[in-house]
């Protein structure tokens, strides 16, 4: 399992380092992580997906858009049900900037959200669906992912497994 990052002009940082990232063998079942080939971080600028996963061959490649520019990012959609996530993850969205503004430690779990989110597709893809990547994602795979993203959050949390810089909490 690789983690890289695209690089950044300096005033754009990411949530999450690659030590918190490796944090998740402890808590992810290796069957799942031996499956990931590359997280890859990129800034989401130029996108409005935070998050996607591409098959190769039996591996996958997991993407993550998300990175801050002084403690903000970008709204990517007005849809009421990503608004909702946001503002449960502790961001705070001004729709006349466009901006999210984020504390630190809440825009690191909500990383790990999209993160595992995307992982849950894989968990998915290869407990149901035989390791073949639908097209579309039905809406019941995406509660499906949300639920196991939540979990995994929890776990993070109950271990302690990442450090919390201004926690809060
Ligand atoms: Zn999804």
Known sequence: MKICYDNV??????????????EIKKIILPEITDKIRVIRFGCNTKTTQEGRIVKQGRVYDIRI??????????????????IK???QFGGSPDFKSGFITWKLNDAKRY???????EIGHIAF???YLNGNQGTKNS??????CNNFSMKLIRELEKNAL??????DK
Do not use: T
């Open 111 to 117: 990383s790990f959200y999209i993160l595992f989110h």
């Open 9 to 22: 002009s300096s005033d754009y940082s990411y949530p999450v380092s690659k030590k918190d990232i490796g």
């Open 162 to 167: 990442f450090n919390l810089p201004d926690s």
């Open 139 to 144: 809406s019941a795979e995406e509660q499906w």
């Open 125 to 127: 893809c290869e407990k």
């Open 85 to 87: 996530e946001i503002k």
């Open 65 to 82: 858009n998300f990175c801050l520019n002084n403690n903000r990012s970008l709204i990517l959609s007005d849809r009421k049900k990503y």
